[in-house]
């Protein structure tokens, strides 16, 4: 998969990292001064053909939380795990973080990237974290995954399509979209299609990327994502999409060894240095 980011140098990384008080293993507060071309209007309405302009939008006055796994070091490239929260804090459970940890994998998250916020607000605040990161640690350009949780995972579910070329993998938990409309298996509810995607982007999607779907017996949104795997991502030829059914689970956030199982379908076939 091509990928357009510049790296800069790593001495220039590791002085960035220690100036705004980055540890490995701890979490910490980051900000971005810069924006991407690819999050700005343009790119936002083409890759989802929106017809409206979004709402204006200033990455300096954003803020993230990182947590850098403790055995991170120059030279041995981490994944990127960028979280869309429901709420308005980026917050994860503990056994999660070692889940992450465990996987060398890096975790982003935005504040104020809540479901009381726009959604291009939302897709820009995980794009820009996309693109700043790399900038500052060796990412492994095959790991490099969107995730989500209820509405933060419909709209992970969006990125995971819309932008293919900058995730190689999507776990949405108990929320997904799709760019069709979707029926339930017993054809009695439709769910409506939220997005257009552009069609390179999406034959890159189909082919290149994978993408978990995560619910639970006793998820409001099992229906909707059920209908979405089977009759959305399978019905249009996706080649790497699972559906996670956590037995007796509601509309929380599952155990962490759940995001351990949908994490290594989505580090399937990649070649992940222990």
């Given at each position: 998969m091509s990928r357009?980011?510049?790296?800069?140098?790593?001495?220039?990384?590791?002085?960035?990292?220690?100036?705004?008080?980055?540890?490995?293993?701890?979490?910490?507060?980051?900000?971005f001064q810069v924006s991407?071309?690819?999050?700005d209007n343009a790119q936002i309405k083409m890759r989802m053909h929106a017809m409206e302009t979004p709402p204006p939008y200033d990455v300096r006055m954003e803020k993230f939380d990182i947590l850098v796994p403790k055995k991170y070091k120059k030279?041995?490239?981490?994944?990127?795990?960028i979280w869309v929260s429901p709420s308005n804090a980026p917050a994860i459970s503990p056994e999660w973080e070692a889940v992450l940890a465990e996987k060398k994998l890096i975790f982003v998250g935005a504040h104020n990237s809540g479901n009381n916020?726009?959604?291009?607000?939302?897709?820009r605040l995980a794009v820009d974290a996309n693109d700043n990161i790399r900038e500052l640690f060796d990412i492994?350009?095959?790991r490099v995954y969107v995730s989500g949780f209820s509405g933060g995972g419909r709209v992970a579910s969006m990125l995971g399509v819309t932008y293919?070329?900058?995730?190689?993998?999507?776990?949405?938990?108990?929320?997904?979209?799709?760019?069709t409309d979707t029926v339930t298996l017993d054809q009695a509810e439709v769910f409506e299609a939220r997005y257009i995607p552009h069609d390179e982007i999406l034959a890159l999607a189909k082919t290149d990327c994978r993408y978990v779907l995560v619910t639970g017996d006793k998820d409001f949104n099992l229906k909707n994502t059920r209908a979405v795997f089977e009759n959305g991502f399978k019905k249009e030829g996706f080649k790497s999409v699972e559906m996670i059914n956590v037995p007796g689970q509601g509309h929380q956030p599952p155990k962490a060894?759940?995001?351990k199982k949908a994490i290594e379908f989505l580090d399937a076939g990649k070649a992940v240095k222990k």
């Open positions: 357009h980011f510049l790296i800069l140098p790593f001495l220039s990384v590791l002085s960035f990292a220690a100036d705004v008080g980055i540890k490995p293993g701890v979490r910490s507060p980051i900000t991407p071309q690819v999050s030279g041995d490239p981490h994944g990127l795990f916020r726009e959604v291009f607000a939302r897709m492994d350009d095959q293919a070329d900058m995730f190689t993998g999507t776990i949405a938990f108990m929320g997904t979209n799709f760019y060894e759940w995001l």
